[in-house]
């Protein structure tokens, strides 16, 4: 297929402000609809490398391209219209603890209207059902009204999931999705990403700390090691070795 | 093996530490002597305990029908009027200090020059007595309880704003991020995720304040900006004593009473 890449990194280097080199000229494409997973060790620039992805973080060299159109030099209204295409969940979950389950979902149409209406709540019935339905569709319907900081982990990462759904990106990004939950619960948050990902064509970047998870959901596996892509290929082609060699830290550079 | 410790050492004392310490004592005790100089105390006057023993009499005797006489002089009145200055005053300055809390919060992706200069103005508002603030809005609105309630309102926000900008500061920035990652603007981040989280703050801050300012507005009507102030010093200058008792009655019952109710809806709110 001749599509362009839905992400597209050209070069990409990020130092911070302190030194770090979070990010060392990375070149990547992800095309439309594929299930990534990154894998890598605690500090290995995986969080770096989606955060860049929505300019969360800005990088210091380099370009970044979703759908064709460069991120990294949008400018505020352009970026909120880009940023709107991406959808992000969180290990933390960030949703607003004191808000309720509609009003957290219904953030995610934000970038749908100008801000002196959502700054008046004037969202449209529309998009109300389309919350509402959202919550359907990961299964917290009933807790539409109840307040975000009453819900347990699992929900409150299902509740972030319909807020991304609410969103209609093309890109979900996923940082440790998983990583405060229990096995079970883990196991049906990832469903709920392949959901998104099979039923409403989304394409979706997730980091991952676990192997197991990263095996069972993930169509390709991309490894990270000290800011450096170390490896890149497809989940069914990839051998227990390249993780072992991931986590364990092990010698350099793998190919499929 | 050896199983004898050591004795604790002695701490170590050298010439300078042992110099700092006296020259420390020395200058402090210069200091107390050398402003008490500059006070030109008088002495005691010779009526100090007939007015005393006259304040005490009246507390003791006071003037129970000036409690409420419905002529909108009497005691009730005129603590209601000191009450609604410190009310209006404070949301004045409640509402005043939102804006200027976010701008001086030192948060992430901000310059620091910006948090900076918020501070800044915060000190410097901070820094105008509430009394010399009611002076000058006497001269701007005349006198009268809208002087105390905007010179309330004014000298809060530099406090208010400050407690404000480090409840912001403090505040996880998930949902910060969550809000900017769907695409929010800087002022949806505000509304949709800052302000709920930051209600708690504002609403007890803003309580604690309240407390503070019916104590200033009891004070303000001295100079003549409204409340209970203006009777006591009048009561005072004609040394109407039973009166001045029932006034201080008044205000304390007042602000214990308030203390203790906003007290009450704080402990709730934590």
């Known amino acids: ?54 300019r969360l973080h800005d990088i210091s060299e380099g370009d970044i391209l979703i759908d064709g159109e460069s991120i990294t030099k949008a400018k505020s209204k352009n970026l909120r219209l880009m940023r709107r295409k991406i959808g992000m969940i969180f290990q933390s979950f960030n949703l607003v603890k004191r808000s309720s389950v509609l009003r957290n979902v219904l953030a995610g149409r934000l970038a749908y209207y100008p801000t002196w209406k959502t700054t008046f709540n004037l969202f449209t019935d529309e998009d109300k059902q389309r919350t509402y339905e959202a919550l359907q569709s990961v299964g917290m319907a009933e807790k539409v009204y109840s307040r975000a900081d009453e819900l347990s982990g699992g ?27 229990d096995p079970k619960t883990s196991r049906q948050v990832m469903e709920d990403l392949k959901m998104l990902n099979e039923k409403f064509d989304m394409t979706v970047v997730a980091n991952l700390h676990s192997i197991e998870l990263a095996k069972d959901f993930g169509h390709r596996v991309i490894g990270v090691r000290a800011g450096e892509i170390v490896y890149d290929g497809k989940m069914e082609d990839t051998p227990q070795s390249v993780f072992d060699n991931i986590y364990k830290g092990g010698k350099g550079k793998e190919e499929d | 093996m050896d199983t004898t410790m050591k004795k604790l050492p002695p701490k170590p004392v050298t010439a300078k530490s042992r110099a700092i310490k006296w020259g420390g004592w020395i200058i402090s005790i210069a200091i107390i002597i050398w402003s008490c100089t500059g006070i030109d105390f008088g002495g005691i006057k010779p009526t100090a305990g007939q007015i005393t023993g006259a304040i005490f009499n009246g507390l003791f005797h006071p003037d129970w029908s000036y409690v409420y006489n419905g002529s909108g002089e009497d005691l009730v009145s005129q603590l209601w009027q000191t009450l609604c200055i410190a009310f209006l005053g404070t949301f004045i300055s409640a509402i005043i200090s939102v804006p200027f809390a976010f701008w001086a919060a030192n948060t992430r992706h901000k310059k620091f020059w910006v948090s900076e200069s918020g501070k800044i103005v915060l ?27 905007l010179a309330l309102g004014l000298h809060s926000v530099g406090m208010l704003a400050m407690l404000f900008s480090e409840a912001i500061e403090s505040l996880d920035d998930g949902p910060a991020e969550a809000i900017t990652a769907a695409g929010g603007s800087k002022f949806n981040v ?48 004609y040394r109407q004593w039973s009166r001045v008792g029932i006034i201080l009655l008044g205000i304390i019952v007042m602000v214990v009473v308030i ?12």
């Open chain 1, 155 to 181: 929900q409150q990462q299902r509740v972030a999931i319909a807020r991304v759904l609410t969103q209609r990106p093309e890109i979900i990004l996923a940082d440790e999705p998983t990583a405060s939950l």
């Open chain 1, 1 to 54: 297929m001749a599509e362009q890449p839905m992400i597209e990194m050209k070069n990409v280097t990020k130092v911070y402000d302190n030194g770090t080199v979070g990010l060392k000229n990375i070149n990547l494409k992800i095309n439309k609809g594929e299930f990534v997973v990154i894998v890598g060790l605690s500090g290995a620039g995986k969080s770096t490398l989606l955060r860049a992805i929505n």
């Open chain 2, 259 to 270: 203390d203790w109710i906003s007290g009450a809806i704080r402990k709730k709110l934590v």
């Open chain 2, 190 to 237: 505000a509304v949709f995720a800052t302000m709920p989280d930051l209600m708690p703050a504002i609403v007890s801050n803003t309580l604690y304040r309240f407390d503070v300012s019916v104590r200033s507005a009891s004070v303000l009507g001295l100079v003549g900006a409204g409340g209970i102030g203006y009777p006591l010093i009048i009561a005072l200058n």
């Open chain 2, 123 to 149: 000190t410097f508002i901070r820094s105008f007595p509430e009394i010399v603030l009611a002076l000058m809005f006497i001269k701007a609105v005349g006198p009268g309880a809208p002087a105390g309630a």
